[in-house]
């Protein structure tokens, strides 16, 4: 799975070691810009463009982190909805913590996904028969095209004919 599917997907499975190495990050990141906030709010000379670009990146990193939690919901064979356990108040975010950064998922395949400790094997079987099909599918075409028209015997481009030259009739043209 690639960084950015991670971070703005909401489809898939990842474990917990994934979940973890991207949510500690934007944890920082988030605390950062609230404190960006706080400060320049708390100043008498207001820069509201570093309020309006920490708040922006704020927003992207709710965002991130609500796609990342909904693959590790899906990954312990969830609804994406679970997160709005996030929104109870005090047991809500525990529940999220401990649940999303600690409980294993489901082993093999669930109804989101494969399981993630086994997608790198069957990406690679995968690719390899998307890379076969396709080759086969381009040679099909390739021998489905009709062939081209063979050119007449005895013919041939008239006098002063030149590539680009624009049709005339007689000495004046057109």
């Known amino acids: 799975m690639s960084l950015a599917s991670i971070f703005f997907s909401w489809r898939g499975r990842i474990g917990r070691a994934v979940y973890w190495l991207c949510s500690i990050p934007l944890f920082l990141v988030g605390t950062g810009a609230v404190a960006a906030i706080v400060i320049d709010l708390q100043d008498d000379d207001l820069r509201t463009s570093t309020v309006v670009l920490a708040g922006f990146l704020l927003l992207v990193n709710v965002y991130c982190s609500f796609a990342i939690q909904a693959k590790r919901w899906h990954d312990r064979d969830k609804s994406a909805l679970w997160i709005l356990m996030n929104f109870v108040p005090y047991v809500g975010s525990l529940w999220v913590f401990v649940e999303c950064g600690f409980l294993r ?12 400790s086994e997608r790198r094997e069957v990406d690679a079987l995968v690719r390899e ?28 481009k008239p006098a002063g004919w030149q590539p680009g030259a624009r049709p005339t009739f007689g000495k004046r043209g057109l």
Do not use: C, H, M
């Open 105 to 116: 998922g489901t082993d093999g395949p669930n109804r989101f996904d494969l399981d993630p």
């Open 129 to 156: 028969e998307v890379t076969a099909r396709i080759i086969r599918k381009s040679a099909e075409e390739y021998q489905s095209r009709p062939a081209p028209v063979p050119v007449a015997e005895g013919w041939s």
